[in-house]
T-cell receptor, first 113, second 113 residues
Framework: GDSVTQMEGPVTLSEEAFLTINCTYT??????LFWYVQYPGEGLQLLLK?????DKGSNKGFEATYRKETTSFHLEKGSVQVSDSAVYFC????????????FGSGTQLTVLP | DGGITQSPKYLFRKEGQNVTLSCEQN?????MYWYRQDPGQGLRLIYY???????QKGDIAEGYSVSREKKESFPLTVTSAQKNPTAFYLC????????????FGQGTRLTVV
């Protein structure tokens, strides 16, 4: 079945540091890939997505590129802010998952001032 | 504003009691989902519904039940058969089963006392 493996957390960075959260996947066919963000006590919000190989999703300074050859979708941001502190989830949807979202375990990010 | 509303935000239940979590959406979405979130784990799918009066079990349906009598409503009942019900429950919806973007509610935190 489909699966998503995320970098173990928690991750703690200073403000303006560079962020990378690794995500790799196993899926049937050609999945669509997503990053969701969850702020404390809230539901998930879609941060960005990519639906085919070599697509780059971007939003709010975050970027991720769909790499089919390495089955990866790493999340990056050049300069994090305190307000970016949250839990980040990598997810995919594919025909192998009956078109349901499969989530990684989440990575807690804390940004210190 | 369109969105998904979950209620209540916090819920306490005594052991042996059934409890129902509410999920309402005014996005005119056909598909709705219930997920369970435990600390340090990703989201796990409990039930999903792709159309009114129809729903399917997800990965962890045992001890839960749902109904989909109206397009905008998808309540989840946590029964006394659920061995470990304390968790954060998230409801989501999407335009249709093939649509790739899911919108999430704010979640309900259920605690068994």
């Amino acid at each position: 079945g489909d699966s998503v493996t995320q970098m173990e957390g928690p991750v703690t960075l200073s403000e303006e540091a560079f962020l990378t959260i690794n995500c790799t996947y196993t899926a049937t066919g050609y999945p669509s890939l997503f990053w969701y963000v969850q702020y404390p006590g809230e539901g998930l919000q879609l941060l960005l997505k990519a639906t085919k190989a070599d697509d780059k999703g971007s939003n709010k300074g975050f970027e991720a590129t769909y790499r089919k050859e390495t089955t990866s979708f790493h999340l990056e941001k050049g300069s994090v802010q305190v307000s970016d502190s949250a839990v980040y989830f990598c997810a995919l949807i594919s025909s192998g998952s009956a078109r349901q979202l499969t989530f990684g375990s989440g990575t807690q990010l804390t940004v210190l001032p | 504003d369109g969105g998904i509303t979950q209620s209540p935000k916090y819920l306490f239940r005594k052991e042996g009691q059934n409890v129902t979590l509410s999920c309402e959406q005014n996005l005119n979405h056909d598909a709705m989902y219930w997920y369970r979130q435990d600390p340090g784990q990703g989201l796990r799918l409990i039930y999903y519904s792709q159309i009114v009066n129809d729903f399917q079990k997800g990965d962890i349906a045992e001890g839960y039940s749902v109904s989909r009598e109206k397009k905008e409503s998808f309540p989840l009942t946590v029964t006394s058969a659920q061995k470990n019900p304390t968790a954060f429950y998230l409801c989501a919806s999407s335009i249709g089963p093939e649509n790739t973007e899911a919108f999430f509610g704010q979640g309900t935190r259920l605690t068994v006392v």
